[in-house]
């Protein structure tokens, strides 16, 4: 039986209860409304729940044709039927063309009535589905959906919410796995272009010579193999935005022709002769040093700074500390109900390793590493120290971490953490250690017990 609520407007008492009684029957909450004023009212207090309006075309106070426009401001999501006693051709047209989905004459039988009214519910359905997801998916990925609070992470969205709703260019600059991506797609999804395409391709992930067919596309007979016509990338983010990763990799040919793009909005084919406009909003990333490799001939100046419009420097997590605890919460949620279980407790001291250690792949090394504890730690065991990766494990055997940030900036401390990086790297060979440092292995030895490694 079909639901939903109808409002109801029509001056007619005995037409508005008949019809009223009809749809009631259907199974549909119906609301009345006498005038414009009254069903303007309703919709103003109750929009979100009326999936159809259902308007007399003469009433007291307004003519339902210019009164379709208001209905449509205040339920945008509702579906508009028109009903008139004396139906035209000319006011059908218009009301068809205003956004209105049916016009009726009065008078026509029930079950045309019902037809049209349960086709308008169904649309008005799909149309709040569809508003559902799309609120969703820009919660998912919106700024505030960003985990942390740390200084380097908020400087970071102050810039990157600021250029968002504009269609500069941006680029982002941090190390792989600190979550470049997701700044491009909260700059996506806080910007006007958010219901078209996020594209997002890594330059590293192609062989040079395909990365012009990826991107730009190619005509049929252009090459051997090239049977089909075929659509690049920017044709695919037509509207939208297309985020470049690791664009450092590009090689010196595709960055011209991406240099042309973004000075003329237009770039050609392979094996065509007309141009193609873009209408595509470039965001990309490196975990390089863009500048220095400009500076030094190996990128091409002149596209730096096209890229460089807007640079958000996303930090490492050894920058953002203060984030891993709320991370760490997040991702074990994340896991628990990906594996549906309960989500796994942190003791202090395997929580002071997490917060502490350097995390050379940054957050996505944390995400990885907390998926293999979810999975791993016993369901009604809390994750220790013994349960991280070995590591870890031998950072809190050879770590210090109730350094306090003050002393992490002395030179001390950087010759402490250097060599506690390279004991990591060697399993705690003091042997290899030393050769790696390029000390004595009485040097290692004295700096070890120095520093209470």
């Known amino acids: ?36 004023h009254r069903g303007l009212q309703t919709l103003r207090e109750q929009a979100d729940g009326i999936g159809v309006v259902l308007s007399d075309v003469k009433l007291p106070d307004g003519r339902g044709l210019d009164l379709l426009p208001r209905y449509k401001a205040l339920a945008p999501l509702a579906e508009v039927i028109l009903m008139t006693a004396y139906g035209t051709i000319p006011d059908g047209v218009r009301a068809m063309k205003e956004g209105a989905f049916d016009y009726l004459t009065k008078g026509d039988s029930d079950d045309q009535l ?181 500076d030094q001939g190996h990128f091409r100046p002149d596209l730096y700074y096209r890229l460089s419009v807007v640079v958000v420097p996303v930090p490492a997590l050894h920058a953002r500390r203060a984030d891993v605890a709320p991370l760490t919460e997040h991702f074990l949620q994340h896991f628990a109900v990906k594996l549906r279980q309960r989500p796994l407790t942190v003791t202090p001291e395997a929580l002071r390793v997490l917060e502490h250690y350097s995390w050379p792949g940054n957050v996505r090394e944390l995400k990885n590493v907390l998926e293999r504890a979810s999975i791993l730690t016993p369901a009604d065991q809390p994750l220790t120290v013994d349960g991280l990766p070995l590591e870890l494990q031998l950072f809190a055997q050879v770590g210090s971490p109730a350094s306090s940030p003050e002393d992490e900036r002395s030179l001390r401390s950087a010759e402490k953490q250097h060599i506690q990086r390279i004991l990591l790297e060697t399993g705690g060979n003091k042997t290899e250690t030393a050769k790696v440092l390029g000390v004595a292995l009485t040097t290692l030895y004295r700096k070890i017990q120095e520093y209470g490694l």
Not at 10 to 32: N, S
Not at 119 to 129: I, P, S, V, W
Not at 248 to 271: D, H
């Open 114 to 294: 019902l037809v049209v009214v349960e086709r308008a519910m169904d649309r008005a359905r799909l149309q709040q589905r569809v508003a559902l997801l799309e609120r969703k998916v820009d919660t998912q990925y919106s700024f505030e959906s960003m985990v942390g609070h740390s200084p380097a992470l908020e400087k970071a969205k102050a810039i990157a919410r600021q250029v968002a709703p504009t269609d500069a260019t941006v680029l982002l600059e941090g190390p792989t796995g600190a979550g470049k991506e997701l700044f491009a797609q909260a700059i996506h999804y806080g910007s006007e272009r958010r219901r078209k395409p996020f594209v997002a391709v890594n330059c590293s992930a192609f062989p040079r010579e395909l990365m012009e067919s990826e991107l730009f596309g190619y005509k049929k007979g252009a090459f051997t193999g090239a049977q089909a016509d075929k659509k690049g990338l920017f044709e695919e983010a037509h509207g939208g935005t297309l985020f470049l990763d690791e664009i450092g990799e590009l090689e010196p040919g595709v960055q011209a022709k991406l240099l042309r793009v973004l000075e003329a909005q237009e770039f050609t084919k392979i094996g065509d002769t007309r141009p193609t406009r873009a209408n595509v909003r470039i965001v990309a990333a490196t975990n390089r040093n863009l500048r220095q490799e400009a």
């Open 1 to 36: 039986m079909p639901t939903g609520t109808i409002l109801l407007i029509d001056d007619e008492a005995m037409l508005r209860q008949a019809v009223a009684r009809t749809l009631e029957l259907e199974g549909y909450t119906v609301l009345q409304a006498s005038n414009a």
